[in-house]
């Protein structure tokens, strides 16, 4: 590469993930700038800490509705629509399992039978109730709460490649705690890695090759608990309470737009690799690498990335060409 194509990285850690972003120019203003954009969505999505707008929003559950701002509002209604779908392991209303069973946060534990049938009764995004013209959200059972963890992350990586792209940016990533959006692509593309889940931290079990795409990885490798031997992540399942079960180590979802890829790999979750396979057919822009259990890796098709095998303990199979 030469001297105009050298790669500037720039590191944080917002939202409790580590955050990094590579310019191709040496623009540590800029770059504060963007912090400084991702840390504003933080503080009016975050339910780890009040007040957020979200927080206010929860606070209010069966008492009445609460205005927020636009994007805000535009972010909560794309969530509903997603949790919405049929049979969508997608939940917005999802809050007070994931607050119960704390994973991923210090004092985790598994809850008791009957709290998570009692706590299933108040996750129904029916009850989430919003009004166009007010920008207002209304949560009609008392204790009901939005998270926004399966979805933010992308939203904000968007924000972050529109933000490049104004500022004339023509090259840039933004990686959000495995939450990739790209902006333009070097010579040859984005090599970027992906993980082997329960590897070690640099260990890799394979790269995707990439232009102007956002990637985004979920895992139940990264925030889980073990108690007596069985291992709880923290992607639960809308319907059960429970975390998902299936043959699923890891999904890596490729779209344009990182918002999709956050919300597909939490649907992905819920069908496993055939349904998920099936279902990707109707959508020719959003494609999956899927990484089971029985050491497969999975591609639903491979019409916008390539995709090279680094693990030689693992299987490639699927629409590979
Ligand atoms: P994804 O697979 O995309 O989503 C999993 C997350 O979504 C879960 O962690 C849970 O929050 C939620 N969820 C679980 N099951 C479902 C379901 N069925 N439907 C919908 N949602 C579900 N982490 C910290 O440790 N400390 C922080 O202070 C902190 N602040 C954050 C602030 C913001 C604004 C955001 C967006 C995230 C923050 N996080 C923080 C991380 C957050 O708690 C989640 O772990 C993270 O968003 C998971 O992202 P993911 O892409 O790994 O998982
Ligand atoms: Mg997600």
Not at 160 to 169: C, S
Not at 212 to 238: A, C, M, Q, W
Request: proline content about 4%; hydrophobic content about 40%; aromatic content about 8%.
């Amino acid at each position: 590469m030469s001297d105009d194509h050298r790669v500037y990285s720039y590191t944080a850690t917002l939202m409790g993930s580590p955050i990094l972003l590579k310019l191709f120019s040496n623009n540590e203003a800029l770059a504060s700038r963007v912090f400084r954009l991702i840390k504003q969505y933080e503080d009016l999505l975050t339910v780890n800490r009040a007040p957020s707008q979200v927080m206010d929003i929860n606070h209010a559950a069966g008492k009445h509705p609460v205005s927020v701002s636009r994007p805000v509002y535009e972010l909560i209604r794309v969530a509903k629509a997603a949790s919405l779908l049929e049979n969508s392991a997608f939940n917005l209303a999802i809050g007070p399992l994931v607050k119960r069973w704390k994973i991923g946060f210090q004092g985790d534990s598994v809850p008791p039978a009957d709290e998570i049938a009692a706590l299933l009764a108040i996750t129904d995004p029916v009850d989430v109730m919003l009004d166009d013209a007010a920008n207002s959200v209304f949560l009609t059972q008392p204790g009901m709460e939005i998270d926004l963890g399966a979805i933010a992350k992308g939203y904000i990586a968007d924000r972050v490649r529109d933000y490049l792209r104004k500022e004339g940016e023509t090259l840039a990533l933004i990686n959000l705690g495995g939450n990739i959006q790209t902006l333009g692509a070097p010579e040859g593309g984005w090599s970027l890695g992906i993980k082997t889940p329960f590897g070690g931290a640099d260990e890799l079990i394979g790269t995707l090759n990439v232009e102007n795409k956002s990637v985004v990885t979920s895992g139940t490798y990264e925030r889980f608990f073990e108690r007596d031997g069985k291992r709880y992540h923290h992607i639960l399942n809308p319907r059960t309470g429970y975390p998902l079960d299936n043959e699923l180590d890891s999904v890596t979802i490729i779209s344009t737009n990182s918002i999709d890829g956050d919300i597909w790999t939490t649907l992905i979750y819920g069908m496993g690799v055939e349904k998920g396979c099936a279902a990707l057919r109707a959508r020719p822009d959003i494609e999956a690498v899927f990484v089971t259990k029985s050491k497969e890796v999975v591609v639903s098709s491979m019409q916008h990335f390539r995709f090279t095998l680094l693990d030689n303990r693992y299987r490639l199979t699927g629409n590979t060409v």
